[in-house]
């Protein structure tokens, strides 16, 4: 987005007044949330959403690997289909290339439909790498929803169950935000099978008092709909922001909008990872730092498991949950979806959470990031202009 755009998103309302309506016409009453803090919290719920289902179950997910966890899924995705209760699987091609064939055939063969987002083939028309779906998004019955930053992997997995229990968040929605979500699921099946299917969701089903945004990044229209959301909430912000994002690279109409709420005195804070599972990428994001440090924007570092989270709460009213990293691949080339969130009781669950990783994190401090290594400061520069080149 060039800069005169950013410009006229910031003008949509006035610095530091604490409005979040911005596109208020998006956000739907009568949801209920749950806050899943933890990857086992997330599949326990997500597997007695799908046991439960009488109509459709709808998985899409950047990652689904026949691990054990993956395994699991299927098992139950299965025994679901089995039954009668209509099963699709949407999955990406990249993110889920190292999936055992044997697996996926099992599945197809217990009535489980399935989608191989963008196929790996480089020989067909107009075929690129970077165009991936990055959503984690389950919709049962168009009436339970979950999504955040949880994949189908044993990453997530608790470290009893064998698996690395990654350091992220899922939230669980039942309301009319949930057919929205529904919308986007049937929207991705459609325009790549071109078979359609109707929603078993109704826009009426009240279950709570939150209201929620389904934002989403889509091909080439609204590519920007989530980052402009953001934008928008960190100009509003009065007194703090709190961020945890894992792969925090931000562009930089990001960058003046944080440093902008920091120098009108709101509590900038950005929980970042210190320990990666993506090295290039990692670094990519660490060449900002300074940037950030010198404008007030204090940066916390995760030491614990790898942190996977993409959240962000201001001033305990708005809040954002979902697949969304602050990073270019997610603003320019991945489907992503975020729930933004108007609903004081979750903005206060979420904000013990940061509060509790905040005091649990090393902050960086500007004297002694600029003492790093040389190597450090190159790897960082040499990686963020190979993440410009894409």
């Given at each position: 987005m060039a800069i005169p755009e950013f410009k006229r998103i910031l003008k949509l309302t006035p610095a530091g007044n604490g409005d979040f309506s911005y596109q208020a016409d998006k956000y739907i009453g009568g949801n209920?949330?749950?806050?899943?803090?933890?990857?086992?919290?997330?599949?326990?719920?997500?597997?007695?959403?799908?046991?439960?289902?009488?109509?459709?179950?709808?998985?899409?997910?950047?990652?689904?690997?026949?691990?054990?966890t993956g395994q699991e899924?299927?098992?139950?995705?299965?025994?679901?289909?089995?039954?009668?209760?209509?099963?699709?699987?949407?999955?990406?091609?990249?993110?889920?290339l190292d999936i055992d064939q044997v697996f996926l055939t099992r599945m197809r063969n217990a009535g489980v439909?399935?989608?191989?987002?963008?196929?790996?083939?480089?020989?067909?028309?107009?075929?690129?790498?970077?165009?991936?779906d990055h959503r984690k998004l389950l919709v049962v019955d168009g009436k339970v929803a979950f999504t955040g930053g949880v994949n189908i992997s044993d990453e997530h997995a608790p470290i009893a169950e064998g698996g690395s229990d990654w350091h992220d968040v899922h939230v669980?929605?039942?309301?009319?935000?949930?057919?929205?979500?529904?919308?986007?699921?049937?929207?991705?099946?459609?325009?790549?099978?071109?078979?359609?299917?109707?929603?078993?969701?109704?826009?009426?089903?009240?279950?709570?008092?939150?209201?929620?945004?389904?934002?989403?990044?889509?091909?080439?229209?609204?590519?920007?709909?989530?980052?402009?959301a953001y934008l928008s909430a960190l100009r509003a912000a009065a007194r703090e922001v709190r961020?945890?994002?894992?792969?925090f690279s931000p562009d930089l109409p990001?960058?003046?909008?944080?440093?902008?709420?920091?120098?009108?005195?709101?509590?900038?804070?950005?929980?970042?990872?210190?320990?990666t599972d993506i090295t290039s990428i990692w670094y990519a994001g660490r060449y900002h730092y300074d940037y950030l440090l010198r404008h007030d924007v204090r940066l916390f570092e995760w030491m614990g498991t790898v942190l996977h989270s993409k959240t962000a709460l201001i001033d305990r009213?708005?809040?954002?949950?979902?697949?969304?990293?602050?990073?270019?691949?997610?603003?320019?080339?991945?489907?992503?979806?975020?729930?933004?969130?108007?609903?004081?009781?979750?903005?206060?669950?979420?904000?013990?959470?940061?509060?509790?990783?905040?005091?649990q994190a090393r902050e960086i401090k500007l004297d002694e990031w600029r003492r790093r290594p040389a190597f450090d400061k190159i790897a960082e520069a040499v990686c963020y202009l190979l993440t410009r080149a894409f």
């Open positions: 209920k949330l749950t806050l899943l803090p933890t990857g086992g919290e997330a599949y326990r719920s997500m597997w007695d959403a799908i046991e439960g289902a009488k109509e459709t179950v709808h998985l899409e997910t950047y990652i689904f690997s026949s691990d054990k899924f299927a098992r139950r995705l299965e025994a679901q289909a089995r039954k009668g209760v209509r099963v699709r699987v949407i999955f990406d091609a990249v993110g889920s439909q399935l989608l191989e987002y963008h196929p790996v083939a480089p020989w067909r028309p107009r075929w690129t790498w970077t165009r991936r669980r929605l039942e309301g009319p935000a949930a057919y929205q979500a529904e919308r986007l699921f049937r929207s991705v099946w459609f325009k790549e099978t071109q078979r359609w299917f109707a929603s078993e969701g109704h826009p009426d089903h009240l279950r709570g008092e939150s209201k929620v945004w389904v934002a989403a990044n889509e091909e080439f229209l609204h590519r920007y709909r989530i980052r402009s961020i945890a994002n894992a792969y990001t960058r003046l909008a944080l440093s902008a709420a920091a120098k009108r005195g709101v509590s900038v804070r950005v929980l970042v990872q210190g320990r009213q708005w809040a954002s949950v979902g697949s969304y990293n602050m990073d270019r691949w997610s603003l320019l080339h991945n489907l992503e979806v975020n729930l933004n969130i108007l609903d004081p009781d979750f903005a206060a669950q979420l904000n013990a959470r940061f509060e509790g990783d905040m005091s």
